[in-house]
């Protein structure tokens, strides 16, 4: 498992200052999660708050590592750390049916689907001896029954082209298609057949690599896999700022960007530096790519001059092999590289992208590139903004328009001091909540009160209950989405569902 190779390098760029990562707690669910911080927001921009993001928030300053699911007024819907560390969380279509998809760092990586109900229904994996890495899970459409997914393995290189060791290590990069249904491999390709040691602008000095199995050369670091209506694949290297589109006989077309371009006029307007999430846009003429602007900052990675992240949207003319930009999106309100992770989205007229391990989160008009949302996951603290404390790798985004969560538990109930605290965890259409209330554990069926749903947690008097409570979930049409189980309000306590 070479992930906590590949990241424990970051925790060198930790915060002096040490700052706390202020994370939310309710009394009705042991959840602990950080809160999404709005600093900016257009009166355009989803005006019915109905956008859901999804999110792995992680990093060192993070209690409970796991995945969620927030709306973008910072409220948080769903928050789930069984599976411990996840990243790249999504929803996708799989055989007409929705799933989260989310890879979690279990022994050698798997990604899980999920239904509406957040249960696990599939896991997928890559055919590899190193296990299925993080970086993609991309279901191929229209068909949506395939999966883009990547991989690594330590294996020996004679590194002795780029000064290092004959019997050196390299970290080899595997994109596999794979069946979901059948977990088969329909398309394996490896860097290390395909890529010279020459391209990387990854440094065997200055990064120590490459002497042992446990500390293997990263030389290309593969991040992203996408694939166009012709059957080529679109594969971004990372550490050698490399777009390759390859052929399904593995043959590489053509190379855009680093120091072997196929294309002219890469010039500082189309350049990107270390980037993310390329993805195929409007009918394969554009590329969108997330430009992380830098790598590491420390030396062991080339420095570039314009130390600036940034979405780009590329025209790329495979006849003419030029490359022009289209559209180019900021970060604001603070404009800063991002050393690495990162990824830019298109979701109607706007752009979403995630900083990776910046924690932000932003949103553009696509058309003037305006922003028109900024939020981070955190407080609004720069000290945490540095040294992996706290990080999403990638951002997307549903609505609750198209996804409907039903979670399979009960809404959770707590008594305290009197007070009634609601939430049901996952549950993305409750628009109010009614307190039952009876004398009898058997008879909770006098309504008390209706109150608006507040947040995750809402708040209800417990004044004008009698022994026992219930309380019910309503969505905005009166209908009844679930109801707790009966709760002892004098000690609160759980009797029965
Ligand atoms: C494939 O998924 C996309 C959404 O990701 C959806 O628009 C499309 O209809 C799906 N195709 C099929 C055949 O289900
Ligand atoms: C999700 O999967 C679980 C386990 O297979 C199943 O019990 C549940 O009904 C499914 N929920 C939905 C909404 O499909
Ligand atoms: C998928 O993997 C998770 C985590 O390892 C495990 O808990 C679950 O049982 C697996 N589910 C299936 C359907 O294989
Ligand atoms: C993928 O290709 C690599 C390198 O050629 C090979 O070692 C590996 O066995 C292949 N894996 C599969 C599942 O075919
Ligand atoms: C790697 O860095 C060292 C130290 O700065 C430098 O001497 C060397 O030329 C660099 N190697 C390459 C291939 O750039
Ligand atoms: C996309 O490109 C294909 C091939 O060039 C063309 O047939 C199709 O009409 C285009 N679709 C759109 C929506 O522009
Ligand atoms: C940019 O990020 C680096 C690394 O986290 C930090 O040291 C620097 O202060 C940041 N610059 C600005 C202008 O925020
Ligand atoms: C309800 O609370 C219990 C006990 O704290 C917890 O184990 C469970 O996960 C919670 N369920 C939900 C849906 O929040
Ligand atoms: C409790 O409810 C009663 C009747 O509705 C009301 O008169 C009383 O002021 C309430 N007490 C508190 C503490 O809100
Ligand atoms: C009421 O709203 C819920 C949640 O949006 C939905 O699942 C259900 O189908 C609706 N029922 C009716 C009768 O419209
Ligand atoms: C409710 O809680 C009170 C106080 O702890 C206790 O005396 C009573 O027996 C409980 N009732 C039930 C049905 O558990």
């Known amino acids: 498992m070479l992930w906590g190779l590949i990241f424990a390098s970051y925790a060198q760029f930790s915060s002096a200052l040490g700052q706390t990562l202020l994370e939310t707690t309710f009394h009705s669910s042991p959840i602990i999660v950080p809160p999404l911080t709005v600093l900016e927001r257009s009166p355009l921009y989803d005006p019915e708050n109905t ?29 789930d750390a069984r599976f411990g560390e996840c990243d790249d969380l999504n929803l996708q279509t799989y055989d007409g049916r929705q799933y989260l998809t989310m890879w979690i760092n279990s022994e050698d990586g798997v990604v899980l689907m ?3 109900s957040y ?32 991989a690594t393995n330590s294996i ?33 390709w490896t860097a290390s057949d395909h890529i010279s040691l020459l391209e990387s602008y990854n440094n065997l000095t200055l990064s120590r690599q490459g002497s042992t199995q446990q500390s293997p050369f ?25 777009i390759y589109k390859v052929a399904p006989d593995g043959t590489i077309i053509w190379r855009l960007g680093g120091k072997m371009s196929d294309f002219t006029a890469i010039v500082k307007d189309t ?3 270390f980037q993310h999430h390329v993805r195929w846009r409007s009918n394969e003429t554009e590329l969108s790519v997330f430009d992380n602007g830098a790598a590491l900052v420390t030396a062991a990675y080339h420095i570039v001059d314009e130390s600036v992240a940034s979405g780009r949207y590329l025209q790329v003319d495979q006849e003419q092999m030029t490359v022009t930009l289209s559209k180019r999106f900021f970060p604001s309100p603070n404009r800063n590289y991002t050393v690495a992770e990162g990824n830019i989205e298109r979701y109607g007229d706007s752009v979403l992208m995630g900083y990776g391990l910046l924690p932000w989160i932003e949103a553009y008009s696509f058309e003037t590139e305006e922003l028109l949302y900024s939020a981070l996951i955190g407080q609004n603290d720069p000290a945490l903004w540095s040294g992996n404390r706290v990080s999403n790798y990638r951002v997307f985004q549903t609505s609750t328009l198209e996804f409907t969560g039903h979670p399979t538990q009960p809404p959770n109930v707590s008594v305290t001091d009197g007070d009634i605290y609601v939430s049901w965890n996952g549950a993305t259409h409750v628009t109010e909540y009614v307190l039952f209330t009876g004398n009898s554990v058997d008879e909770v069926s006098q309504e008390v009160v209706r109150v608006r749903k507040s947040g995750f947690e809402t708040m209800i008097s417990g004044n004008g209950t009698e022994g026992f409570i219930s309380v019910a979930a309503l969505a905005a049409n009166g209908t009844t989405l679930g109801r707790s189980a009966v709760y002892n309000v004098s000690d609160g306590s759980v009797l029965h569902t």
């Open 114 to 116: 999920m239904n509406s």
């Open 156 to 188: 020996p290189m004679d590194l002795t082209s780029i000064g290092g060791p004959a019997q050196g290590w390299y970290i080899d990069c595997i994109v596999q298609e794979i069946d979901i249904a059948t977990g088969d491999v329909l398309f394996n």
């Open 271 to 273: 350049e990107f530096h």
């Open 119 to 150: 249960e696990v229904v599939m896991n997928v994996s890559a055919v590899n001896q190193g296990g299925t890495d993080f970086h993609e899970f991309n279901v191929v459409k229209p068909e949506n029954k395939t999966a883009l997914i990547t």
């Open 218 to 242: 990263d030389a290309v670091h593969i991040n992203s896999i996408d694939k166009d209506s012709a059957g080529n694949y679109l594969i971004s290297g990372r550490l050698t700022q490399t």
């Open 51 to 79: 956008n859901l993001f999804l999110i792995c928030p992680s990093g060192s300053a993070v209690t409970r590592p796991g995945a969620a699911i927030y709306k973008s007024n910072g409220e948080l819907v769903w928050a």
